[in-house]
């Protein structure tokens, strides 16, 4: 048999988890399938775009896989389709899409989920919201969970800094407003905030915001820092003393596995995915709750006696996900959609 992989998002410039998740998957599939990758040839997104809807459903393979929430509008009634939808952040956060792909999304999903032979989604939590929004599909989903790749390990001897880490956007969802009001907060002089991400994105900022934004901007405790390599992501991780994570809204949420792999305790949401992802292995907040966020980090900043065993914990829980068992759940999906005939 062969598989066509949408590799529409592998030709992006910048990546979030969408196409970590495409290439992480892609590398594990290619070495166990017939895998036809299929990418456009042009890193215009909107032509890209158009090459989906217009080439991609008319390459030959018996099933089209498309990893990234979208897929082509036609796909000929012969070939089987497969699709990843991550979450439904574009029903829950509109305000995160340019009103343009806002539109686009409203009208392709609901159209292909239809269409699809079968759903993947990242965890229990994103099956739940997608159901909630189109309860006509919940018996063709598929909850795949996501793993963590091996050079997310903690150093031999570690060698930590004074460091508060986070790793997200710019994006409301990603509540690093409560990162930088808990910091202020916090009144640790000896600590500085790292703040990692792919900044370049423009979300709409309100005045409120904005100004908190650029307060930070201008501290020196605060440094930004956008478009790290896989080794210096790897070495933020390994140095920091914690990773700060106050998602709103994750489908799977990957920066707090790849924390723990790396020996770095976390503090995250105790909303949405977070809680199924990590377990015990985490400090929870609430993430609309300064106070609670400050005093979490003020418990753990404060624990040296417990610090060891949170370290432990968070490694031995990440290595319950690789992508190696992600792909093994993605070949069965495909092999029973390609059985049902």
């Excluded at 460091?163 to 910091?183: C, D, H, M, W």
């Excluded at 998602?247 to 770095?264: H, K, N, Q, R, V």
Aim: net charge neutral; hydrophobic share 40%.
């Amino acid at each position: 048999m062969t598989i066509l992989f949408d590799g529409r998002v592998l030709t992006h410039s910048i990546f979030t988890g969408v196409e970590h998740y495409t290439e992480s998957i892609y590398h594990q599939l290619r070495t166990q399938l017939n895998l036809s990758l299929q990418s456009p040839p042009t890193r215009n997104k909107y032509l890209a775009h158009l090459w989906s809807h217009l080439v991609l459903p008319f390459a030959k393979g018996e099933l089209l896989f498309c990893p990234a929430n979208l897929a082509p509008y036609f796909v000929p009634k012969h070939k089987k389709l497969v699709i990843t939808l991550h979450d439904v952040a574009f029903l829950r956060y509109p305000q995160s899409f340019t009103p343009l792909f806002w539109r686009y999304y409203q009208w392709l999903i609901p159209h292909v989920l239809m269409r699809a032979d079968r759903i993947i989604t990242i965890s229990q939590s994103s099956k739940a919201e997608i159901c909630h929004y189109y309860p006509q599909i919940q018996e063709k989903i598929s909850v795949i969970g996501l793993g963590v790749e091996p050079h997310f390990r903690p150093l031999p001897t570690p060698q930590k800094h004074k460091q508060i880490l986070f790793v997200g956007s710019l994006n409301t969802r990603k509540n690093f407003t409560a990162v930088l009001e808990a910091f202020k907060r916090l009144n640790r002089p000896e600590y500085q905030l790292i703040m990692v991400g792919n900044f370049s994105a423009n979300f709409a900022l309100d005045p409120t915001t904005q100004a908190l934004l650029d307060e930070a901007r201008a501290n020196p405790a605060i440094t930004f820092r956008s478009n790290l390599s896989t080794e210096q992501l790897v070495a933020c991780y390994q140095h920091a003393t914690l990773l700060l994570f106050p998602s709103l809204y994750e489908g799977f949420g990957l920066p707090p596995l790849e924390a723990m792999a790396c020996g770095t305790p976390v503090i995250t949401s105790h909303c949405s995915s977070m809680p199924e992802v990590c377990g015990e292995a985490a400090t929870y907040i609430d993430p609309h709750d300064i106070d609670d966020i400050v005093a979490k980090l003020t418990e753990l900043l404060d624990d040296e006696a417990g610090y060891s065993a949170r370290v432990a914990k968070g490694i031995a829980h990440a290595k319950h996900f690789t992508w190696e068992q992600s792909a093994t759940a993605h070949l069965e999906c495909f092999r029973g959609v390609l059985s049902c005939e």
